[in-house]
């Protein structure tokens, strides 16, 4: 019964919170560097965003949260994507969304 508990942690900490982010101002405390490119030949992830962090059901649908949602990625927003970790391309429906690379 602890494995299976354990496991079903696992898969929520892992699928839940890896696609709800929250765009924070210092460097050092994000996880991730985030580029917003208005090019999709030079996107890492295809991303949709979504209303609410229970949206986020398969890669590249995404939820922006408030500064306070604790549950969610810190990541910092960078001016160029040579500077990121993550180049995001926002498309306009939930079946375009994906990750790339």
Do not use: R
Request: hydrophobic share 40%; with cysteine; charged share 20%.
């Amino acid at each position: 019964m602890k494995k299976l508990i354990l496991a079903v942690g696992l898969f929520i900490s892992f699928n839940g919170n890896s696609q709800c982010y929250k765009i924070i101002n210092n460097p050092v405390m994000a996880k991730y560097k985030v580029y917003f490119t208005t090019n999709k030949s030079e996107a890492t992830i295809l991303g949709y965003k979504c209303d609410s962090y229970t949206e986020c059901t398969k890669p590249g649908l995404i939820y922006l949260a408030p500064v306070q949602f604790t549950m969610a990625t810190p990541i910092h927003k960078v001016k160029t994507k040579e500077e990121a970790d993550i180049i995001i391309y926002w498309v306009k429906t939930k079946e375009e969304a994906k990750w790339i690379q």
